[in-house]
């Protein structure tokens, strides 16, 4: 049974940071392409970082380009993603997810509440 499990969210102040961990089980991990994607009530989810399998390669959504940073731990079986300088426009669900691949389709999880806020 697939599973991500997101935990790390909550309320912080501008500039502030957190820490957002997925807890993966249920597939072979290291095998799989992860990312973070973000949504606002009203609006479309949108993807905020990727990671390859190995973790040798990284993306970012200008929006978060030196501010956040995805990192993977396979042996853990979780990814992570370091939000630092937090702003406002930061605050929606951070969802976990499981790229597309061998033929197999992507996967979410529950989504974990970040809010930023003064």
């Known amino acids: 049974q697939v599973q991500l499990v997101e935990s790390g969210g909550g309320v912080v102040q501008p500039g502030g940071s957190l820490r957002l961990s997925c807890a993966a089980s249920g597939f072979t991990f290291s095998r799989y392409a992860m990312s973070w994607y973000r949504q606002v009530p009203g609006k479309e989810r949108e993807l905020v970082a990727g990671i390859s399998d190995a973790g040798r390669s990284s993306n970012y959504d200008d929006s978060v380009k030196g501010r956040f940073t995805i990192s993977r731990d396979n042996a853990k079986k979780t990814v992570y993603l370091q939000m630092n300088r937090l702003k406002a426009e930061d605050t929606a669900v951070y969802y976990c997810?499981?790229?597309?691949?061998?033929?197999?389709?992507?996967?979410w999880g529950q989504g974990t509440q970040v809010t930023v806020s003064s």
């Open positions: 997810h499981r790229n597309p691949q061998y033929g197999l389709s992507g996967y």
